[in-house]
């Protein structure tokens, strides 16, 4: 019985903390069994060995089997020191070793291998993450001429003429969702199907609302405000920020006759963007999360209302 140990560390250019994967090979009885791998921020200057060190301690300090032997890829400097500790917790002889040659050499090398891998993948899939949510944020900014964009809300008027209007207001953050801070607004002071009157009072509700403290999502300003349409929605919102004598740049998500997302309206000009881009997916998917929040809702309401 033997486990075999070995890590991997990034060598990029964070001054504080760097990513490690550990990857840990189980033998048993001399066959493979399994293998697992571990994520780890770690400091910066921290070797291998600190690193192996480091996660012995906490792994076996947390794992109820023991096996009688334990290969590693680097010596460590308190190895005899976790020795005597494992074996008396196993009631029996522990070895720590570093093997040079052989096929348990090979076995070393594969899990660093393994190791390797796993760091490299999880390193393309943060990139990728990157390129769709704060990547697609910075075309954005270009797109628009603007500057430190993180918080961007969208809003959406949702009835069935005029029956049971609902607006809906979503926020994303860094190029995310940010769902604890969504919020949905019953209709009160306009009747029938009037989509403009609807969203002027949303907007103002949101804007003159109280906030209860910091975590309250009312209580902090958006960088940019998308409406979901041309320049009839953006004058709305922007005849209502410019009442209250707030300035947020108001943009707005224009649909073509299929109603797909064609371009953005901002400052009076219609700004057409590369359906390709990582921007306009992130553009597309805030258009279709106003809409599917602000219908979830309105649908709550009129299935409560058709049971009464």
């Known amino acids: 019985d ?23 090979f189980f033998m048993r009885g001399g066959k493979l069994i399994g293998r697992d791998h571990f994520f780890l921020r770690v400091a910066r200057g921290d070797t291998k060995e600190q ?10 300090a947390g794992t109820p089997f023991i096996p009688a032997e334990i290969m590693l890829q680097k010596e460590i400097e308190d190895a005899d020191i976790i020795e005597d ?11 720590i070793r570093v093997p040079k040659k052989g096929t348990k ?11 390797w891998m796993v760091l490299s993948k999880d390193r393309e899939r943060i990139k990728r993450e ?23 809300e969208a ?10 209007s609902v607006g809906s207001m979503v926020v994303y953050e860094k190029g995310k969702p940010k769902r604890s801070d969504y919020r949905k607004f019953k209709i009160k002071w306009v009747q029938g199907p009037n989509d403009y009157a609807s969203m002027e009072e949303v907007l103002t509700r949101r804007f003159t609302h109280e906030s209860k403290g910091e975590f309250d999502s009312f209580s902090r300003f958006p960088d940019l405000i998308l409406m979901d349409g041309g320049r009839g929605q ?20 224009v649909k073509d006759d299929k109603h797909r997302t064609r371009g953005l309206y901002f400052r009076n000009v219609e700004i057409p963007i590369d359906r390709n881009s990582e921007g306009f997916k992130l553009i597309t998917r805030v258009q279709d999360e106003a809409h599917r929040f602000a219908i979830e809702y309105h649908r709550l309401l009129r299935s409560k209302g058709q049971v009464h």
């Not at 809003?155 to 049971?164: L, M, P, R, T, V």
Request: hydrophobic content about 45%.
């Open 85 to 95: 500790w494992l074996s008396s917790r196993r009631k029996q002889r522990v070895h």
């Open 105 to 115: 050499e090979k076995l070393v090398e594969l899990a660093k291998e393994n190791a």
């Open 2 to 24: 033997r486990d075999i140990i070995a890590v991997a560390m990034d060598e990029s250019e964070d001054l504080r903390e760097q990513d490690a994967v550990v990857q840990v």
């Open 51 to 60: 690193v192996l060190s480091s996660f012995l301690k906490q792994f076996y």
């Open 130 to 152: 990157e390129g769709r949510t704060i990547g697609a944020v910075k075309e954005i900014e270009g797109w628009l001429g603007l500057k430190n964009l993180v918080r961007m």
């Open 155 to 164: 809003y959406d008027i949702s009835n069935i003429s005029g029956f049971e």
């Open 234 to 253: 953006v004058n709305i919102a922007l005849g209502v920020l410019e009442k209250l004598g707030i300035d947020i740049p108001v943009c707005g998500m």
